[in-house]
Antibody, heavy 112, light 110 residues
Framework: EVQLVESGGGLVQPGGSLRLSCVAS????????MGWVRQAPGKGLEWVAN????????NYVDSLRGRFTISRDNAKNSVFLQMNSLRAEDTAVYYC?????WGQGTLVTVSS | QTVVTQEPSLTVSPGGTVTLTCGSS?????????PYWFQQKPGQAPRTLIY???NKHSWTPARFSGSLLGGNAALTLSGAQPEDEADYYC??????????FGGGTKLTVL
């Protein structure tokens, strides 16, 4: 059974940093692109970033490029999202996804 | 800026048929956009219904189908059930831009 479990969300002050993690199980992790999607409260889905199975390609939504960094550790079946210089508008539930499977999400709140 | 367009809201009667569409500001949607469709119910994570235009997952009810229709990606629900009331999002791939979600369609079964 495919499972994606996110962690690392929480309350952070504006300008702060946070690192989200997603641990995958039930499939050959290194064979798949993995991505992050976010959803602000009451809003729609926004694609954030994805990373190729071997980590050799990374893509970002233009509005977040430079502040967010996606990475993975195939030995640990994990994908990460490093978020820097956080702003109030980054407040959202962040989902890890494989395209056809989604995690349950982790809430990031940026507030003073 | 690439914009993916969906109907903000639609209503369907129980047992009825409805088609949700997904359009692109760059022109006609094609299989090369690898259209995905997701369903999201309140308080839940999204789940994938359709991938790459028309492929279903094992959990996708048979009453849902995906296609290309009139220059758009389309999700058709035939025989709507009360449990189909949800938000539906499409996702399109753009070379060099990557993936872009539509704004979502709130589907009411009434």
């Amino acid at each position: 059974e495919v499972q994606l479990v996110e962690s690392g969300g929480g309350l952070v002050q504006p300008g702060g940093s946070l690192r989200l993690s997603c641990v995958a199980s039930g499939f050959t992790f290194s064979s798949y692109w993995m991505g992050w999607v976010r959803q602000a409260p009451g809003k729609g889905l926004e694609w954030v970033a994805n990373i190729k199975g071997d980590g050799s390609e990374k893509n970002y939504v233009d509005s977040l490029r430079g502040r967010f960094t996606i990475s993975r550790d195939n030995a640990k079946n994990s994908v990460f999202l490093q978020m820097n210089s956080l702003r109030a508008e980054d407040t959202a539930v962040y989902y890890c996804m494989r395209g056809d499977y989604w995690g349950q999400g982790t809430l990031v709140t940026v507030s003073s | 800026q690439t914009v993916v367009t969906q109907e903000p809201s639609l209503t369907v009667s129980p047992g009825g048929t409805v088609t949700l569409t997904c359009g692109s500001s760059t022109g006609a949607v094609s299989s090369g956009h690898y259209p995905y469709w997701f369903q999201q119910k309140p308080g839940q994570a999204p789940r994938t219904l359709i991938y790459e235009t028309s492929n279903k997952h094992s959990w996708t009810p048979a009453r849902f189908s995906g296609s290309l229709l009139g220059g758009n990606a389309a999700l058709t629900l035939s025989g709507a059930q009360p449990e189909d009331e949800a938000d539906y999002y499409c996702l399109l791939y753009y070379s060099g831009v990557n993936w872009v979600f539509g704004g979502g369609t709130k589907l009411t079964v009434l």
